[in-house]
C-alpha cells in the first residue's frame, strides 16, 4: 500500500499541537511556575445560561420514546437552519434556511471543502493564515499562492488581476492579524473572483466581534452569491469551542464547471457526515434567540475589555500591534527585533506566558506574535503586569 505523499509536504506538526507540545514540556520541567495560555484561540467563560437550557432540554427529549431522535439530516434540523437565516436576517443580509448546512465548526467545513474541487486548482490564500486552509490543500496536493499582508497594506491583501487564483481562502475578522475588510474591500474581491471563475471561501467564524461598519458577511456585498460560501461557527460567538457547532453558507446559484456547488456539497456530506447532535443543534438555536443573544454579548464584552487591556499594556510599552478592535486577536511586533519562536521562548521561559509565534501563520508572520484575549479576565491581567515587568 502506499500513503498520500502529499503528507510529507506539511510542516512536521500541526501549529496549535506544536505549541501546546513544547508548553507542556515546559510545564513538565518546571512544576513550580504557573504557565499562562494565551495561545490558541479557546474560551474560557462558561456557555449562556439559555444555550445551557436547551442542551438540557434536548438531551431530555432523547430519553422519551415520543421524542427521541434517531440520525439527524445531513443539512442540519430545520428549525436550527432558521434560526441562522434568522441571525443573517438581522444583520441584514439574508439568505435561505436551505442554503445552510449546520455543522460541526469552520475548521471541518474550511478544511473539508476541497473535497468538491479538482486537485489541479491554485489555491490562493492570504500571509499570515490560518493554518487550517494551507495544510488541508497541501495534503490535496493543490498548488498554494500567497497574496501578502503586511504592515504597509494594513494586513488586508488585495487581489491582483496579474495572479490567478480558482479558490481563495479570506478570513475576516482575520485570523491571526485581527484585520477586518471593509465593503469596498470585499467588493473588489468579489469582482476578481466573478470575473475570474474562482470561488471565495468565506470565513467569517469571527464576525461577532466586528464593532464598526466593516460586513459581517460576504453576502453583504452585490455579486457575492455567484462566488462565495461562507463558513461561521459558534466557537467563538457563544463559546462552543467544546461542544462543537457552525455552519456553512452555500448560495443556490453557485455554480461552477458546470456542477451546482450547493447540492456536491450535500453530496458530500450525506457520504461522510452524520450531522450535528440533537441537543447541540437546540443549543445553537438558542445562541440565535433574543435572549441568546443577550447573553452572550455579555460574553463577547468581557472578551473585548481583555482586548483592550492587553492594547493598553502594549501601548505603554511602546510595541506596534494590531487587531483587538474588530477581533479577539492581538498581533504585535516581537520586541528588539527577536524572531517569533525567539519570543514565544523567551516569554514562555522568562514570564511563563504563552502565546502564538507568528511564523506559525505563515512567511509574512516572522517577526509578529499573537495573543489571544479569550483568557479568564484574572490571568489575563496578570499576563499583561508579568509582560510589563520583563519588557519595560
Ligand atoms: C486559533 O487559535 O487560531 C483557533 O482557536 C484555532 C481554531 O479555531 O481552530
Known amino acids: 500500500m502506499k500513503i498520500n505523499k502529499n503528507y510529507d509536504n506539511l510542516v512536521p506538526s500541526y501549529l496549535f499541537a506544536e505549541i501546546a507540545a513544547r508548553t507542556n514540556a515546559y510545564i513538565k520541567a518546571n512544576p513550580d511556575k504557573r504557565v499562562i495560555k494565551l495561545g490558541i484561540g479557546d474560551v474560557t467563560l462558561p456557555l449562556a445560561p439559555v444555550v445551557i437550557d436547551a442542551l438540557k432540554k434536548g438531551a431530555d427529549e432523547l430519553g422519551v420514546k415520543e421524542t427521541f431522535k434517531g440520525y439527524p439530516e445531513y443539512e442540519g434540523y430545520d428549525f436550527a437552519r432558521e434560526a441562522v437565516a434568522g441571525y443573517y436576517q438581522r444583520n441584514g443580509v439574508t ?18 471543502i476541497g473535497d468538491i474541487f479538482g486537485a489541479d486548482n491554485v489555491v490562493m490564500v492570504t500571509d499570515p493564515v490560518y493554518p487550517v486552509y494551507v495544510d488541508s490543500n497541501i495534503m490535496a496536493g493543490r498548488k498554494i499562492v500567497y497574496a501578502s499582508c503586511t504592515r504597509e497594506n494594513g494586513f488586508l491583501a488585495m487581489p491582483d ?36 471563475d474562482a470561488i471565495i471561501l468565506y470565513d467569517a467564524a469571527y464576525e ?40 456553512t453558507v452555500i448560495p443556490k446559484e453557485l455554480v461552477r464547471d458546470g456542477h451546482n456547488i450547493h447540492d456536491l456539497w450535500y453530496r458530500r456530506e450525506a457520504t461522510k457526515f452524520n450531522g450535528v447532535s440533537y441537543p447541540v443543534q437546540c443549543a ?44 479577539p486577536y492581538i498581533w504585535l511586533e516581537c520586541p528588539n527585533g527577536m524572531g517569533s519562536w525567539e519570543f514565544f521562548d523567551y516569554l514562555l521561559r522568562n514570564a511563563q506566558v504563552v502565546g502564538t509565534p507568528g511564523e506559525g501563520f505563515g512567511k509574512c508572520g516572522e517577526g509578529y506574535f499573537r495573543l489571544t484575549s479569550f483568557g479568564d479576565r484574572d490571568n489575563t491581567i496578570e499576563a499583561v503586569e508579568r509582560i510589563k515587568n520583563l519588557l519595560k
Open 95 to 112: 439568505v435561505a434556511p436551505d442554503e445552510i448546512f449546520i455543522s460541526d465548526g469552520a475548521k471541518s467545513d474550511t478544511g473539508n
Open 161 to 196: 488581476d496579474h495572479v490567478q487564483a480558482d479558490i481563495i481562502y479570506l478570513c475576516s475578522p482575520n485570523n491571526p492579524t485581527g484585520a477586518a475588510y471593509n465593503a469596498d474591500q470585499l467588493k473588489a474581491w468579489v469582482d476578481y473572483a466573478n470575473k475570474n
Open 208 to 247: 461577532a466581534f466586528i464593532t464598526d461598519d466593516c460586513p459581517r458577511s460576504i453576502f453583504a456585498i452585490d455579486g457575492a452569491r455567484t462566488c462565495a460560501i461562507e463558513f461561521c461557527s459558534l466557537s467563538k460567538t457563544a463559546g462552543f469551542t467544546g461542544t462543537r457547532c457552525g455552519y
Open 284 to 327: 445553537a438555536a438558542a445562541v440565535f434567540s433574543d435572549e441568546g443573544l443577550a447573553q452572550i454579548r455579555e460574553s463577547l464584552n468581557y472578551y473585548k475589555e481583555n482586548a483592550r487591556i492587553i492594547a493598553s499594556a502594549l501601548d505603554e510599552l511602546g510595541i506596534y500591534y494590531t487587531g483587538g478592535k474588530n477581533s
